[in-house]
């Protein structure tokens, strides 16, 4: 867990430094595209090819091109016609997409997982729920979208380490997940970028490689090495704890208002769906499936 919550306070700045700094302003699939290229930079060189699964590898593509590709072409765009309050309060839905996704590529249903989601994601809209004005439809359908892809890559990333084991480790796999982004952003950029909304401050270049190195290359990286080490259901949770951390950047940063009362209610709900999530799991019979996946995940978290 300590491994997700690092990167949830790298992901609360992201949200607003793209806001600020590079909505509106940068081209967005160009913004994608330099994410991506330089988190690709940082791992193609330590990836490994030989002996590896080619489901393994085709999976990582995918779940690259999903959780990397998909995600950010959709959350740009979606800061065209959306505020960071409102992209906040539409990402909310994430852990519910998690659990559901978990549980199908897992053949199973887990009730009190999809329970603590809930009650997650009623706490995130506890904290960010406002009448809305304007035209948010759009950007609440590709939000949805990123949330959907999102939710898939990760989860594709966590079943493909448990039912794949290998002795490579994982810095030496992440290299292809970059690589199945760069199928989509290049030739996005190419078809739909504009040329002239190129970055032209020292700020937003920073910005980017920021985002690049830190929210992109370390953060995801470290975002699948915590996915192994705890249950579904935790993950799913910890995905909506971006909602607090997100608005408690911009108030303490950019001094933007909040109800702070609401914020500490909803994360409070949040944290009460930890436990739970916690108090619903049940260990697995003997020669049931959860055995062999709980025994992977720890061999897994072992390794990595």
């Given at each position: 867990m300590p491994y997700l919550l690092a990167v949830t306070v790298l992901w609360a700045f992201s949200f607003s430094l793209i806001g600020v700094y590079l909505a509106?302003?940068?081209?967005?699939?160009?913004?994608?595209?330099?994410?991506?290229?330089?988190?690709?930079?940082?791992?193609?060189?330590l990836m490994r090819w030989r002996a590896l699964p080619r489901r393994l590898l085709g999976g990582l593509w995918l779940a690259g091109a999903l959780q990397f590709g998909v995600t950010y072409l959709c959350l740009y765009r979606s800061f065209a016609v959306l505020s960071v309050p409102e992209?906040?309060?539409?990402?909310?839905?994430?852990?519910?997409?998690?659990?559901?996704?978990?549980?199908?590529?897992?053949?199973?249903?887990?009730?009190?997982?999809?329970?603590?989601a809930g009650v997650a994601v009623g706490g995130g809209i506890l904290i960010r729920f406002q009448p809305l004005s304007g035209d948010y439809l759009l950007g609440f359908i590709l939000l949805q979208i990123a949330n959907a892809?999102?939710?898939?890559?990760?989860?594709?990333?966590?079943?493909?380490?448990?039912r794949y084991p290998t002795e490579e480790p994982l810095h030496r796999l992440f290299g292809h997940f970059f690589l199945g982004a760069m199928l989509l952003a290049i030739p996005s950029f190419l078809l739909f970028g504009n040329p002239a909304r190129l970055p032209q401050t020292a700020v937003q270049w920073g910005v980017l490689l920021w985002m690049g190195i830190f929210a992109t290359a370390l953060g995801m990286f470290w975002w699948v090495k915590g996915s192994t080490k705890v249950d579904?259901?935790?993950?799913?949770?910890?995905?909506?704890?971006?909602?607090p951390a997100g608005l408690l950047v911009n108030v303490l940063i950019w001094n933007r208002d909040a109800n702070l009362p609401r914020l500490a209610a909803g994360g409070s709900i949040i944290l009460l769906s930890l436990w739970l999530n916690r108090r619903?799991?049940?260990k697995p019979r003997a020669g049931q499936r959860g055995v062999l996946v709980e025994k992977r995940t720890a061999t897994l978290a072992q390794r990595t």
């Open positions: 509106g302003q940068v081209d967005s699939d160009f913004a994608v595209l330099v994410r991506v290229a330089i988190a690709a930079l940082i791992f193609v060189p992209v906040l309060l539409f990402t909310v839905l994430t852990p519910i997409y998690v659990t559901l996704l978990d549980d199908a590529l897992a053949r199973r249903f887990n009730p009190w997982a999809l329970l603590a892809a999102f939710a898939a890559g990760q989860v594709l990333c966590r079943q493909l380490l448990m579904a259901g935790t993950l799913a949770i910890i995905n909506e704890l971006h909602v619903g799991r049940k």
